[in-house]
């Protein structure tokens, strides 16, 4: 069903960055986080990846190899002089949500500019960064036939306007159900999705950890649950883990049908429950595709009746 | 599909109450309430239904006439002098979980038995009561082919040595996801229901309230998400109709076999979404089986990929 020769390239724009994450199972220093790079990672096991992103002379060049060995382009991630965007956080047994304790902009500041060679992507992924910066890297690209943004709480209280302007301009929104409810003010989630649509997305894309995903495109929701897992050692980067299952799942696709976009959520939805399986990328980046189509069947054994 | 010849009786245990209720949507006063109320309204649809429960003297008649409509026997519902037990609770913009202002055992302390011809019941609900009352219960029917049982954290924090004695003796247990995490001492809830089965129930089923419904049963997971509503305006009573649909169903199967525990899960979700659509059970009193076949048909659609 992944037709190799008629994969299209996916740009991701969005942060590299150094995490320090502390969880109940653990705690690692330093290690290679940034929704760009679970992105990119993930997608890249289906189709071509280009990443636009930034990072400080501190980043280890054996991180960099971690892109090339899955083929991704990197020609559009700056070195720049300084430290690397960094961010610590800590989770508590609940694993739904994560505890701040320092973040530090640093490079990130200095997003930089599309090379020429990637404004012929199909798929572009405006991870979470600022709603500018995301508009500015979609106004790079000439013709995609499929645009997806993410967002966070910082982006919604902090630049409202300029995030409305966006969500005119993408086809898929992808947010957690905090974000949902906190864009639209709405607590029901079904009730906060259509409000979503009104903004402009054809398809809005909630991610709930693990209570699952929850759709709505052409009028019609879809709701499938996270694969069960039975211990989760780091969520960080399940929610960009799973944009670039579904994106790169897409890719793929001939044409985007209601139903693959079906099939692209549950891909996504596996791809994240490998990324949390262990600290920082550890697990993602060394998942292959026969592993995730072993957990999509699973998946459509768990919830027929 | 439903073959009426062949329903089952159905014997629930569990309370009457008169419940006032406060939510974002308004507030309801001395109500009709209790865990063996929804049950049994809910599970009438379907089949028979038997109650064994206690109110005062100061119930009123109109309520009682509620089930008299349903043709739900009241044979084991006792009318105590004294007061009906009452609940007054309040849920704030999250929907999840209720705060208890007051709570009167009143006549609930003195659980009436079994009257003798409810002894031939085939499936048995041992509603949310004391699990000394729910064993009690249980002893007097004479050869139930299926027996569920529902819990609460009074119960869990004191009365765990009886709760773990009456689940040796149950084959399906329903909780919610706070107490599944309760019960076990495990945050992770696939991890908290297999520590679950350990307890004796063959089935386990989770009750996540807007997040749908978790079931293990024959070593498979089956997993499915809440009907999706744009206003819930009451949520009390939403579990205890999930399991009056959901056994309700399986009193009309021939067999029971792990497609139809499926199935009857989903039942049981679409019973539920009716009922946190009003106060009290004013909407779950109205419901027909062709509107609760409609929701099953959406459910169906909505999961599929």
Redesign the interface.
Known sequence: MLTPLKRKSILVVGSVALDTVETPRGKATRVLGGSATYFALAASLFAPVRMVSVVGEDFPRRYLNKFRQRRIDTAGMKVLPGRTFSWHGRYR???NEAETISVCQNVLRHFPGVPAHYSDSRLVFLANTDPITQRKTLKSVQAPSLVACDTMNLWIRTQPAALKKLLREVDILLVNDAEARMLTGR?????AV?ALLEHGPKTVIVK?G???V?LCTGG??????AY?????VDPTGAGDSFAGGFLGYLACCRKITP?QV??A??YGAVVASFTVEDFSTRRLEKISLPEVEKRFQEM??????
Do not use: I
């Not at 069960?228 to 989760?232: A, E, R, S, T």
């Not at 459509?300 to 009746?305: A, D, E, G, P």
């Open positions: 047994e609940n694993m607590n029901n989630l079904p009730s259509w709930k693990e209570h699952g929850f019609e929701l879809f709701a499938v649950p069960p897992l039975h211990q989760v139903r079906r099939r959520v549950v459509k054994r768990m919830v027929r009746f």
